[in-house]
C-alpha cells in the first residue's frame, strides 16, 4: 500500500493562478520530498522537507509540513504554463524500511 | 554532469519473453535504485542497491525480476518471462549515498508486454 496519497488527484488552473496540493501519510515519517514528473521523462526533486521543519521555500514552491496531522502540502505561486506535470510526494519512514515510498500523485494542467 | 542513462527506452514484447533495461547512474553515486511505474501510479521501489550489494529487494517479484550491479557502477534488470501486468515504465534512479536523500531520476523504459 502506499504511504503518501494526494489530493486532488488532477487540478486544472489558469496561468498566473496559484495551484496547492496536499499529500496525506499514515505513519511517522524522517522526512518528506515533492517530485515533480513531466509527460513522458523522468522524475525531477523539487524540494525535501524534514520531519522537524513546518516550512521551506524554494522559488515559487512553498511546502508545509504538519506531522499532528500526518499531511503535507505544496503550493505552486504565480504558475506557468510549463509547471504542467504530475506531482508526487514522498516519505521515507523507518516502518517502511527507510526506503522512500511515492504517492499516486496529482496531476497538474496550467492552462496559457 | 550527466544524468542517470537509460536504454532502453521503450520496449514491446509478448508475453512470456525475456526484456533487459540497462542503468548507468550518475558519476560517484554509490546508491541505485530501480523503480516500477505503473500507469496513473506513483513509483515502486523494486531493488536498492548499495555499491554493488543490494539493500533492499523486498518489493521484487524475484520468480521472473532479477536485477544486478556487478562492479557497482552499471545496473541490469530483467524479467524472464514477462507478463501482462508488467507492462510500465522501469525507472533508475541513483543517490549519494545510503541515507535517503535527493534522487536522480533516468527517463525511464516504457515496458509494453503484449
Known amino acids: 500500500s502506499q504511504q503518501g496519497e494526494e489530493d486532488p488527484q488532477a487540478l486544472s488552473i489558469q496561468e498566473g493562478e496559484n495551484a496547492t496540493m496536499n499529500c496525506s501519510y499514515k505513519?511517522?515519517?524522517?522526512?518528506l520530498q515533492w517530485y515533480r514528473q513531466n509527460s513522458g521523462r523522468g522524475l525531477v526533486h523539487l524540494i525535501l522537507i524534514r520531519s522537524n521543519e513546518r516550512e521551506k521555500h524554494s522559488g515559487r514552491l512553498r511546502v508545509t509540513l504538519d506531522t499532528s496531522k500526518k499531511s503535507s502540502s505544496l503550493l505552486i505561486t504565480a504558475s506557468r504554463a510549463a509547471d504542467t506535470a504530475s506531482y508526487f510526494c514522498?516519505?521515507?519512514?523507518?516502518?517502511?524500511?527507510?526506503?522512500?515510498?511515492f504517492g499516486g500523485g496529482t496531476r497538474v494542467l496550467v492552462k496559457p | 554532469e550527466a544524468g542517470v542513462a537509460q536504454s532502453p527506452r521503450y520496449k514491446i514484447i509478448e508475453k512470456r519473453q525475456s526484456v533487459a533495461f540497462w542503468c548507468n547512474p550518475i558519476s560517484g553515486h554509490a546508491t541505485l535504485y530501480w523503480y516500477q511505474q505503473i500507469l496513473g501510479q506513483g513509483p515502486k521501489l523494486l531493488i536498492q542497491f548499495q555499491n554493488n550489494g543490494v539493500v533492499d529487494d523486498s518489493q521484487l517479484p524475484k520468480d521472473r525480476f532479477s536485477a544486478e550491479r556487478l562492479k557497482g557502477v552499471d545496473s541490469t534488470l530483467k524479467i524472464q518471462p514477462a507478463k501482462l501486468e508488467d507492462s510500465a515504465v522501469y525507472l533508475c534512479a541513483s543517490s549519494r549515498g545510503l541515507a535517503v536523500n535527493e534522487q536522480f531520476f533516468g527517463p525511464g523504459t516504457r515496458l509494453t508486454v503484449l
Open positions: 514522498a516519505t521515507d519512514a523507518k516502518a517502511a524500511g527507510n526506503k522512500l515510498t
Open positions: 505513519t511517522s515519517i524522517n522526512n
